[in-house]
């Protein structure tokens, strides 16, 4: 079994900077890409940013200059900094790990920002 924990949510003022971590766990394949999503309330899940193992990442149009998605793969975990932070960056943040066709979700972890 595969699991993810992340941990790095919390509350931030406008303007100020957040660092989530994943750690994942398991029997995983080492070609895989980790990625971060978010939901806020009423909303659909979007995708924030990922990047294959060893390649380059993507990001929102909304997070671009702002966040920062980085890997250590010896340790299977990826990183979001987050600078800049806007009060519509609030949303629930979930991992994602993704292999062939195995997709694996963290539990979620809020982030909120807010004067």
């Known amino acids: 079994q595969v699991q993810l924990v992340e941990s790095g949510g919390g509350l931030a003022q406008p303007g100020g900077s957040l660092r989530l971590s994943c750690a994942a766990s398991?029997?995983?394949?080492?070609?895989?890409?980790m990625g971060w999503y978010r939901q806020a309330p009423g909303e659909q899940r979007e995708l924030v940013a990922d990047?294959?193992?060893?390649?380059?990442?993507a990001y929102a149009d909304s997070v671009k200059g702002r966040f920062t998605i980085s890997r250590d793969n010896a340790k299977n975990t990826v990183y979001l900094q987050m600078n800049s932070l806007k009060p519509e960056d609030t949303a629930v943040y979930f991992c994602?790990?993704?292999?062939?066709?195995?997709?694996?979700w963290g539990q979620g972890t809020q982030v909120t920002v807010s004067s």
């Open positions: 994602r790990l993704t292999f062939g066709r195995n997709v694996y």
């Open positions: 990047m294959p193992g060893g390649g380059s990442a």
């Open positions: 398991g029997s995983i394949f080492s070609i895989n890409v």
